[in-house]
């Protein structure tokens, strides 16, 4: 299958799967958020996701994928502690601040750096019809926003600390998607660096600290339904990090970069049907904007 995806790499044929990749990938990091956020501890919820795909990828890393090149080692060094960071920003700001609220901000900072950094890191530029297409889409992700802030009722008092804490995590989606494209890039097999990425990140960052803050809590929440939610979110990251990572080496990485912000679309809908949280026709008209925004970068192309 390795053999398969590197030889569609630049072909027409590349471009297609890369770009129905980062939708798939657009959904289920909304699903993957939404997981996180929900009536578990943000921390206990993210440790127990990264444990479970940790053990996972254990055997796939060891036993099945080429071992790394020695040259993949100081990138792995690298990619663990861009993810660390972001991922204790982005439980700071899902503590402090409405999902529906939080969650555009972030993936509408993303794209925006993720795109600067593509030019710089592979050469990659977008013409004036995609440069619209962004401007659409990034005014339909932080009107989402602006719109969410404004009716939001829940988390007044810690949501402006909240969006700083979702801009500086946005600055990182962008950091991640760059540099894991190309950490990707950098060796023969693309599972090598996603088998052993899910390996080291899994067991050795939030996983730890989940596990110590579950054990000192007073009133500990049941083993059963947080695991259960840990197997859950294992599943979508597998699939949903996997996806954009090979996207980003089959195609541009700007390009999958914008398209994967779609997910604010997909967490709206989330937020409102599985969180109970209040939607309307401004902020379907938004979503819609988002969703125009991306075709515009796409036909553009």
């Given at each position: 299958?390795?053999?398969?995806?590197?030889?569609?790499?630049?072909?027409?044929?590349?471009?297609?799967?890369?770009?129905?990749?980062?939708?798939l990938a657009a959904l289920l990091h909304a699903i993957f958020g939404a997981l996180q956020k929900g009536r578990h501890d943000p921390w206990l919820s993210r440790g127990s996701i990264d444990l479970c795909y940790g053990l996972i990828?254990?055997?796939?890393?060891?036993?099945?994928?080429?071992?790394?090149?020695?040259?993949?080692?100081?990138?792995?060094?690298?990619?663990?502690?861009?993810?660390?960071?972001?991922?204790?920003?982005?439980?700071?700001?899902?503590?402090?601040?409405?999902?529906?609220?939080?969650?555009?901000?972030?993936?509408?900072?993303?794209?925006?750096?993720?795109?600067?950094?593509?030019?710089?890191?592979?050469?990659?530029?977008?013409?004036?019809?995609?440069?619209?297409?962004?401007?659409?889409?990034?005014?339909?992700?932080?009107?989402?926003?602006?719109?969410?802030?404004?009716?939001?009722?829940?988390?007044?008092?810690?949501?402006?600390?909240?969006?700083?804490?979702?801009?500086?995590?946005?600055?990182?989606?962008?950091?991640?998607?760059?540099?894991?494209?190309?950490?990707?890039?950098?060796?023969?097999?693309?599972?090598?660096?996603?088998?052993?990425?899910?390996?080291?990140?899994?067991?050795?960052?939030?996983?730890?600290?989940?596990?110590?803050?579950?054990?000192?809590?007073?009133?500990?929440?049941?083993?059963?339904?947080?695991?259960?939610?840990?197997?859950?979110?294992?599943?979508?990251?597998?699939?949903?990090?996997?996806?954009?990572?090979?996207?980003?080496?089959?195609?541009?990485?700007?390009?999958?970069?914008?398209?994967?912000?779609?997910?604010?679309?997909?967490?709206?809908?989330?937020?409102?049907?599985?969180?109970?949280?209040?939607?309307?026709?401004?902020?379907?008209?938004?979503?819609?904007?988002?969703?125009?925004?991306?075709?515009?970068?796409?036909?553009?192309?």
């Amino acid at each position: 299958m390795s053999d398969w995806l590197i030889g569609l790499e630049g072909t027409s044929a590349g471009h297609d799967l890369a770009l129905a990749l980062a939708l798939l990938a657009a959904l289920l990091h909304a699903i993957f958020g939404a997981l996180q956020k929900g009536r578990h501890d943000p921390w206990l919820s993210r440790g127990s996701i990264d444990l479970c795909y940790g053990l996972i990828a254990a055997p796939f890393a060891l036993f099945v994928v080429p071992w790394p090149e020695p040259h993949m080692w100081p990138i792995f060094a690298g990619a663990w502690a861009i993810h660390l960071v972001y991922k204790i920003l982005q439980g700071m700001t899902y503590v402090r601040g409405a999902y529906t609220v939080v969650y555009p901000v972030v993936r509408g900072t993303g794209p925006l750096f993720a795109v600067i950094g593509a030019y710089f890191v592979f050469g990659e530029f977008f013409n004036a019809i995609q440069l619209t297409g962004i401007a659409v889409l990034l005014s339909g992700i932080f009107g989402l926003a602006a719109y969410n802030l404004r009716h939001v009722t829940v988390d007044r008092d810690t949501l402006k600390m909240a969006l700083v804490l979702a801009v500086m995590t946005g600055m990182f989606v962008a950091l991640y998607t760059t540099y894991d494209a190309y950490g990707i890039r950098a060796t023969a097999d693309p599972f090598t660096f996603l088998m052993w990425f899910f390996f080291l990140d899994g067991l050795f960052s939030i996983a730890p600290y989940g596990i110590v803050r579950w054990a000192r809590m007073a009133d500990r929440p049941d083993l059963g339904p947080l695991l259960q939610r840990g197997l859950l979110g294992a599943g979508v990251a597998f699939f949903s990090f996997g996806s954009i990572m090979m996207a980003t080496r089959l195609d541009n990485v700007g390009e999958a970069a914008v398209l994967r912000e779609t997910s604010t679309v997909f967490a709206a809908l989330i937020g409102w049907l599985l969180l109970g949280e209040r939607t309307g026709p401004r902020r379907v008209a938004l979503m819609a904007l988002i969703a125009v925004g991306a075709v515009i970068v796409e036909m553009g192309g």
